[in-house]
T-cell receptor, first 112, second 114 residues
């Protein structure tokens, strides 16, 4: 039973437009969430995080929104750039940083 | 600053064999995490070591084991390999286990079991 779900395996967006990647979770004990980006042949790299005491965190072109009641978070990339093309993983943990559970990932393709 | 390193990069084994994967964390990081990424699946948490101790393990059988050395490097051992163990094994390290413990990942070891 997947505790962290990313229901869109892939997403294509035009350069300059907004990319929205979605993530749903089932465990109400999760209180810390992260997004990682992964290029082929490389390990995932940390992108942005949010704790359950917030509903939004912004870092440059990247914004993460958390809706605790819906157990849903989303990553917005504005504007999207071709270099953003990668697989994006959503991860969640309970007790702040222990035992992260990752979603299956969404492959984002930003078209020039 | 050197990142997380893993060795080997690729490995081919046959069913029933044993394998050892190695990970060197970023200097100063005390926590090491191991993940398995099988084809089509997300990262599955395997093991977490901190200060030489196993702190937590994921839902994997006991033939998956490991250890962390005094220099904080780590090994992942898999005994009695099965075909479904074919996957990318990722190691990550972090400084401590607090709220801001961003995990830095290595490039992974691709294990193929024939």
């Amino acid at each position: 039973d997947q505790q962290v779900k990313q229901n869109s395996p892939s997403l294509s967006v035009q350069e300059g437009r907004i990319s929205i990647l979605n993530c749903d979770y089932t465990n109400s004990m999760f209180d810390y969430f992260l997004w990682y980006k992964k290029y082929p042949a490389e390990g995932p790299t940390f992108l942005i995080s949010i704790s359950s005491i917030k509903d939004k965190n912004e870092d440059g072109r990247f914004t993460v929104f958390l809706n605790k009641s819906a157990k849903h978070l989303s990553l917005h990339i504005v504007p999207s750039q071709p270099g953003d093309s990668a697989v994006y993983f959503c991860a969640a943990s309970a007790h702040y940083g222990q035992n992260f559970v990752f979603g299956p990932g969404t492959r984002l393709s930003v078209l020039p | 600053e050197a990142g997380v390193t893993q060795s080997p990069t690729h490995l081919i084994k046959t069913r029933g064999q044993q394998v050892t994967l190695r990970c060197s964390p970023i200097s100063g990081h005390t926590s090491v995490y191991w993940y398995q990424q099988a084809l089509g699946l997300g990262l599955q948490f395997l093991l977490w070591y901190d200060e030489g101790e196993e702190r937590n393990r994921g839902n994997f059988p006991p033939r998956f084991s490991g250890r962390q050395f005094p220099n904080y490097s780590s090994e992942l051992n898999v005994n009695a390999l099965e075909l479904e163990d074919s996957a990318l094994y990722l190691c990550a390290s972090s400084f401590g286990t607090g709220l801001s413990n961003e995990q830095f990942f290595g490039p992974g070891t691709r294990l193929t079991v024939l």
